[in-house]
């Protein structure tokens, strides 16, 4: 089965500075999707940032970035000129084959003013 | 953009009834939807994959006798708690995801409160 780790259950940032968040997940199968998710204060889920596995090109959104190593299993998510509004938790998520999304634990970041 | 609407938005039941959450698909067939329980300030947990004409299909642990879903057409299902208790009480979300799209978009959640 799969498993997504967030290592960090809390991270705070400075406005204007940047900050990432790390997964690391565990699968055997070869094609799949990763996400992050942010979840603000009115619990809305808000899909971030996606990336295909079979893409070595990290994907990009505006302020937010991933640094997606393969072979490590691991999927960062960068925050760069960070807002207020970014406060919120963090959830990086697997899909594969079973088209079920298999969430992390959750990173809570706060922006600080 | 496709949209989820989820109904309601919160509910407060008495012990012993039964509340219906209604999750819509706005602007897109869905013919799998998702339906999730998260706990204060943890993750979400899948309780169900609601697949439309067909039964839904339950995680490990979660009361199918309990939780009743139907998934009656590509743009609607519902998820009942039946028999509703204190412990019940929670926060729900269900997903649905665009066909050939992947990744979901998520309803804005229902908190239940049990008294």
């Known amino acids: 089965a799969q498993t997504v780790t967030q290592s960090q259950p809390e991270m705070s940032v400075q406005e204007a500075e940047t900050v990432t968040l790390s997964c690391t997940y565990d699968?055997?199968?070869?094609?799949?999707?990763l996400f992050w998710y942010k979840q603000p204060p009115s619990r809305q889920m808000i899909l971030v940032i996606r990336?295909?596995?079979?893409?070595?090109q990290n994907a990009t959104e505006n302020r937010f970035s991933v640094n997606f190593q393969k072979a490590a299993k691991s999927f960062s998510l960068k925050i760069s000129d960070s807002q207020l509004g970014d406060t919120a938790m963090y959830f990086c998520?697997?899909?594969?084959?079973?088209?079920?999304?298999?969430f992390g634990k959750g990173t809570k970041l706060t922006v600080n003013p | 953009g496709a949209v989820v609407s989820q109904h309601p938005s919160r509910v407060i039941c008495k012990s012993g009834t039964s509340v219906k959450i209604e999750c819509r698909s706005l602007d897109f067939q869905a013919t799998t939807m998702f339906w999730y329980r998260q706990f204060p300030k943890q993750s979400l947990m899948l309780m169900a994959t609601s697949n439309e004409g067909s039964k839904a299909t339950y995680e490990q642990g979660v009361e199918k006798d309990k939780f009743l879903i139907n998934h009656a057409s590509l743009t609607l299902s519902t998820l009942t708690v039946t028999s509703a208790h204190p412990e019940d009480s929670s926060f729900y979300i269900c997903?649905?995801?665009?066909?050939?799209?992947?990744?979901?978009?998520f309803g804005s959640g229902t908190r239940l409160t049990v008294v």
């Open positions: 998520a697997f899909q594969g084959g079973s088209e079920k999304l298999v």
């Open positions: 990336q295909e596995a079979y893409k070595q």
């Open positions: 997903s649905a995801a665009l066909q050939g799209y992947y990744g979901y978009t």
């Open positions: 699968t055997s199968e070869n094609n799949y999707y």
